[in-house]
Every structure is written in structure tokens, then in C-alpha cells.
């Protein structure tokens, strides 16, 4: 039986991540749709979620919030989360004009018995939403504290993974009436975060308190003490654009990972990223150029491509999986991160974006043209593997991550989610040219152990990588998070890895850049030449 709620989707929600924004009103002001719609306009979340193009759910409580499972939002959103049609009649390739609700990108917002709700929830499911705020309410139930994680982004986890609820840490405002007694919830979310900082904070004129923890910024909770409203618009204003627009929860694990993120319109004013355009076959494309701090004048640096999947542009995307923090700590290459049309990559419309910009960067960076390396998550992982193989003479090396089965030129035929996990004609043709030519071409693939989009066993690219690198033995090596095949020529050289990352969803962590990295830049291609040039026998 699906929920009853109120759902507004924004006229501007299209290709761009969509954000999911669950509010729970105080129960008597939701006893239907139209009021809970009433409840929207009167408190600007409607006008908030039409402006930033999200997805605004509330629910309708008959029987009060204490007769409602704690499970009830994670059920609305399972049930809902690709069921929105696109009202801008733009939507990501692929799923047929539905919008996506992001996993990464899920908010809470609970007022009176509904912030109690709220507030309990997020106890018992602290992996669920990237931020939260809770007025004039607070937890009332922590017995589920002690509970294992549902790990609800992951299908199952391995033996060891034992993570209890209040060892997962949340982003979290509470604005509640003055003389609330907060010590209780303030103690329960802290307790996650480890070593901790304690300061006063400000925001728009209302003084609060902040526990933040010292590993990681996004891991903190707020109180502001005060008269507040549910339906005062200006204050759920503040909450959206100075919290929840800030916020996100990476899919890289079980529970993921909570870090702070800038707005699309932050990004592009960063100094850290350069703003760069080209035409190539009649589109337009933008890339983000970051150089390795201490270096920005240095020349004969090394070029490490990080290519976006389906519906996560470069302003969200570049900073992931940190390879722009590991350029400045090792000063070693520059990071381009491309943006696609409608972010989705297509080799037939796409490929030739990237011999283009390495010949711009060559010429305005002075790039060292022999390490220019490719790597990319989910449909930029597909790219990679079809670029690696039609400009070989271009990359030194290249690293596919979680990229589905198929090749992106038969996924442009239809608009659909369902694809064949067969490279069609046209790419077997390519690859074909590829294996006759005598490139030899290293690859390091990474796979999650939970991906249900890309599985190792069904890459169809590793084969034939294996057979172009001269293949003639596999060493495996665990270590903490991940198993690592390694794949020898006859000389001894490692030429290739497949790793397979434990308790890992379709996502993907700084830890992969590092290792990734360390492989690629061993190698060299010069003036173009078939071979590889290797620093080393062994990795």
C-alpha cells in the first residue's frame, strides 16, 4: 500500500542532481493533502523547492506522528524516489523523463510532535538524509541507538561490518523555545563524532551553539535557542539556504559519508577551479581545471582527467573523490574535470572533447603530453574505457570506476534505464581496431562488492585489456577495504589491476584516487608510441 503525502516537484527540477526535501508538520496541520499543501505554500517550502528545482514531500498524518513507524519517510522514498515525471520536459538520458531522487541528496525538516518524529527517526536511521532540522521538537526515543546500521545503501555488508546507529555521524540544526533542555540530544549525536569542538555561532542575526567534530566539518550539530514558528518562511529560508544547500552525504558505503558541498553558483565564483569553454562538433563543453597549490606556475606537470557519471555534473562531482586535494598534496599533475551535455557521456558525440582539451592544456599549461591519464565513476567510467581504446595514442594510462556494462553509444539509441550488457557493432569495432593496433593500454578497474549497476564479472573491457597488455599472470593482494588482482606482462611489469572495493554501493572514496593514482603514474606514452614506458617492474 503506497503513503499518503503531499508532493510538489519543481518546474526547474531537470538534469541536475535533484534534491528530496521531507517536511513534517506539527500532525494537526496535515489531516489531508490540501492542508498539507496549504502547509507548503504558508511556510515558503514550496517556493524553496520550486527555485532550487527539488522534490518537496510531506506526509499526511491521520492518527498523529506517535502512530507512525519510524520507517515510514525511508518507505515513502523506496516506493517514490524515480516515480516523479519531469515538469521542465528535461530529465536525465536514460529514464524515460522521471527525475531521480538522490540518494546523496535527502533533507529533513521536523516542527512540533512532528520535530519529535523527526528527531526519533533519525536516531533509529541516521544514514538516511544529509542534513536535518528539527524546531520546537526533539527525540523522545533513543532505543534503537544501540541498534545495528539498516546500512539502507548497500543490499547486505560483510561479516565484519558491525556499525551501530549512534557510531553514525549527522548534520544537525535544532532551533527550540527558550529553557528547552537540549543536553540529552546534543550528548546522543556527539557521541559519533569522535574529538570534538565546541564554539558560538551566528547565522543572519540568531546566535547558537555548535559541536562540531574535529575530523570532519559536516559532522556537527547546531542549537539556537528562541521563539520560532513553523510556518515562519523566513526561518525555513535560513534552514535551506544555510544548512541543507550546504550538505551531502556521499554514496560511498553502507551508510555513506556526510561532507560539506558548494552550491553550483559557489563552485564556478572558486578560485581553486578554473572555468574553461570549447566547441567540439557543434556542442559546447565546459572543464574545470584545478592546479596543484605551490605549483600553479610550474610546467611539465602530468594531466589526470576525473570524468563525471549520469546526472552529476563537474560543480558536484570534481571534489568527491578528492583528487583535487591529492594534486596538492603531491604537486604531481593537474586535474581537469569536463562537464557533458545533459550530464550523461556519449563516445560518438563526446570522444573527441578529449584529444581537444589536452591540446589546450598543453598549450596553456605546457602539460607533460606523455602522462596525461584518464579516470572516471559510472557513465564517465564507460567514456573511459571507450576513449582508452580509440585515442590509445593519447593516454598513459586510464581507470574506469563502477562503469556498467555496455558501451554509451548504444545507450544513446533509447531512453531508457534498461540497457545490453553486450558492447554493440559499432564499439566492437572500435575495440577490434584497438587490439590489432598493438597499443598496449593500462587499466586499473574498481568495482564495489554491493554495486548493483557495474559488476567485475560482467565488465566485457577486461578480456580484452587483459589480451592488449600482453597478460600472462594475476597476484592477488588484500588489504583493509579492498581485494586487488594484479595483472602481469611477461616482463614482470603490472600493466593492469581490477579491485574490488568491500561493502561499497555505487560510489566511490578518496582511498581509490590515492591507490589509482599510484599505479597510473608510473607510466608513460611518448610521441604517441605503441609501448609503455614503465618506472618499475613491480607496483
Do not use: C, H, Y
Given at each position: 500500500m503506497e503513503k499518503k503525502f503531499y508532493a510538489y516537484v519543481s518546474t526547474k527540477a531537470a538534469c541536475d542532481p535533484c534534491r528530496t526535501v521531507f517536511v513534517c508538520p506539527p500532525a494537526a496541520a496535515v489531516p489531508d493533502r490540501e492542508a498539507a499543501e496549504r502547509f507548503a505554500v504558508q511556510t515558503g517550502w514550496r517556493e524553496l523547492a520550486e527555485e532550487s528545482g527539488s522534490v518537496l514531500i510531506i506526509p499526511v498524518v491521520l492518527g498523529g506522528w506517535e502512530t507512525e513507524s519510524t520507517g515510514l519517510l525511508m518507505e515513502i522514498y523506496k516506493e517514490n524516489c524515480g516515480r516523479f515525471a519531469t515538469r521542465s520536459g528535461q530529465a536525465i538520458w536514460g529514464r524515460g523523463g522521471m527525475l531521480w531522487c538522490w540518494e546523496t541528496l535527502l533533507y529533513l525538516a521536523g516542527y512540533g510532535d512532528g520535530a519529535v518524529f523527526a528527531g526519533n527517526l533519525l536516531v533509529e536511521y541516521p544514514n538516511m538524509f544529509a542534513a536535518a532540522a528539527l524546531v520546537n521538537g526533539m527525540p523522545e526515543d533513543y532505543s534503537a541507538a544501540d541498534a545495528l546500521s539498516c546500512h539502507w545503501l548497500t543490499p547486505k555488508v560483510s561479516a565484519g561490518y558491525r556499525k551501530k546507529n549512534r557510531e553514525i555521524p549527522v548534520h544537525l540544526w535544532m532551533f527550540q523555545k527558550e529553557g528547552t533542555d537540549t543536553k540529552i540530544a546534543m550528548r546522543h549525536f556527539r557521541e559519533s563524532y569522535g574529538a570534538y569542538m565546541e564554539s558560538e555561532v551566528w547565522v543572519r542575526g540568531l546566535?547558537?551553539?555548535?559541536?562540531?567534530?574535529?575530523?570532519?566539518?559536516?559532522?556537527?550539530?547546531?542549537?539556537?535557542?528562541g521563539t520560532f514558528e513553523a510556518g515562519d518562511a523566513r526561518l525555513n529560508r535560513m534552514i535551506w539556504e544555510e544548512c541543507f544547500c550546504h550538505v551531502i552525504r556521499w554514496k560511498n558505503g553502507p551508510d555513506g559519508t556526510l561532507a560539506l558541498a558548494d552550491s553550483k553558483e559557489e563552485f564556478y565564483e572558486n578560485p581553486r577551479f578554473l572555468r574553461r569553454r570549447v566547441r567540439v562538433n557543434g556542442n559546447s563543453y565546459e572543464y574545470f581545471v584545478h592546479l596543484p597549490k605551490g605549483k600553479e606556475h610550474r610546467r611539465g606537470l602530468a594531466l589526470v582527467f576525473t570524468v563525471h557519471g549520469r546526472g552529476e555534473p563537474a560543480w558536484l562531482f570534481t571534489?568527491?573523490?578528492?583528487?583535487?586535494?591529492?594534486?596538492?598534496?603531491?604537486?604531481?599533475?593537474?586535474?581537469v574535470s569536463p562537464d557533458?551535455?545533459?550530464?550523461?557521456w556519449f563516445l560518438p558525440r563526446d570522444g573527441m572533447l578529449f584529444p581537444e582539451i589536452v591540446s589546450r592544456m598543453a598549450e596553456e599549461f605546457g602539460i607533460d603530453t606523455g602522462r596525461v591519464y584518464l579516470t572516471g565513476f559510472s557513465n564517465g567510467g564507460m567514456m573511459v574505457r571507450e576513449a582508452a581504446v580509440s585515442y590509445p595514442q593519447l593516454f598513459a594510462g586510464v581507470s574506469p570506476w563502477n562503469a556498467p556494462p555496455g558501451n554509451t553509444g548504444a545507450m544513446m539509441k533509447a531512453d531508457t534505464s534498461m540497457m545490453e550488457p553486450e558492447f554493440d557493432a559499432e564499439f566492437t569495432a572500435v575495440l577490434d581496431a584497438f587490439l590489432e593496433s598493438g597499443f598496449e593500454m593500462p587499466f586499473a578497474f574498481v568495482f564495489g562488492d554491493q554495486d548493483r549497476a557495474a559488476d567485475a564479472g560482467k565488465d566485457r573491457m577486461i578480456a580484452p585489456a587483459a589480451r592488449a597488455n600482453g597478460l600472462v599472470g594475476w597476484q592477488r593482494r588484500e588489504e583493509a577495504h579492498f581485494c586487488t588482482f594484479?595483472?602481469?606482462?611477461?616482463?614482470?611489469?603490472t600493466l593492469m589491476t581490477v579491485t574490488v572495493m568491500r561493502d561499497m554501493p555505487h560510489g566511490a572514496t578518496e582511498e581509490e584516487s590515492r591507490f589509482t593514482w599510484d599505479f597510473l603514474k608510473r607510466f608513460r606514452r611518448t610521441d604517441g608510441a605503441h609501448r609503455i614506458m614503465c618506472a618499475e617492474t613491480e607496483s
Open positions: 546566535r547558537g551553539s555548535m559541536t562540531k567534530a574535529k575530523e570532519n566539518p559536516a559532522w556537527q550539530t547546531r542549537v539556537f535557542f571534489a568527491k573523490n578528492g583528487w583535487d586535494r591529492l594534486a596538492d598534496e603531491t604537486g604531481e599533475f593537474i586535474l557533458s551535455p545533459g550530464n550523461i594484479l595483472g602481469k606482462n611477461e616482463e614482470g611489469k
